[in-house]
C-alpha cells in the first residue's frame, strides 16, 4: 500500500519561514510527479505546487517567488520550502503523488500563519 507521510508544519508568525517534507513508500517514487496543495477552512483544495521527475517546477500564482519545492528520488522525498508566510497560507498542507490515472494523497499536516 502507497503511503505519503507529511511533516514539518505547524504553527509560524507572519514573515516566517516552514519547511514541510513528504516520504514516500512502495512506490515508484521516479515515475510520479510531486506535488503539494493546500486546503483552507471553507474553501477548495488548491494547487501550490508541482516538480517532476526531471525537476521542472510549477507553482501557484500567490507562491511564486515565496515557495520551492524539490524532491530526491532516491530517498523518494519531496519538500516545500515555505518563506515570507502570510495568514492566508494558513492551510492543511497534503502531499501528493500522480502518475496517469495512478493519485495518491497524504494525510496532511497543519500549517498555520498568526501573530
Known amino acids: 500500500q502507497v503511503q505519503l507521510v507529511e511533516s514539518g508544519g505547524g504553527l509560524v508568525q507572519p514573515g516566517g519561514s516552514l519547511r514541510l517534507s513528504c516520504a514516500a513508500s512502495?512506490?515508484?517514487?521516479?515515475?510520479?510527479?510531486m506535488g503539494w496543495y493546500r486546503q483552507a477552512p471553507g474553501k477548495e483544495r488548491e494547487l501550490v505546487a508541482t516538480?517532476?521527475?526531471?525537476?521542472?517546477?510549477n507553482y501557484a500564482d500567490s507562491v511564486k517567488g515565496r515557495f520551492t519545492i524539490s524532491r530526491d528520488n532516491a530517498k523518494k522525498t519531496v519538500s516545500l520550502r515555505m518563506n515570507s508566510l502570510k495568514p492566508e497560507d494558513t492551510a492543511v498542507y497534503y502531499c501528493?503523488?500522480?502518475?496517469?490515472?495512478?493519485?495518491?494523497w497524504g494525510q496532511g499536516t497543519q500549517v498555520t500563519v498568526s501573530s
Open positions: 516538480i517532476t521527475s526531471g525537476d521542472s517546477a
Open positions: 501528493n503523488a500522480k502518475a496517469g490515472s495512478l493519485v495518491y
Open positions: 512502495r512506490i515508484a517514487f521516479s515515475f510520479y510527479v
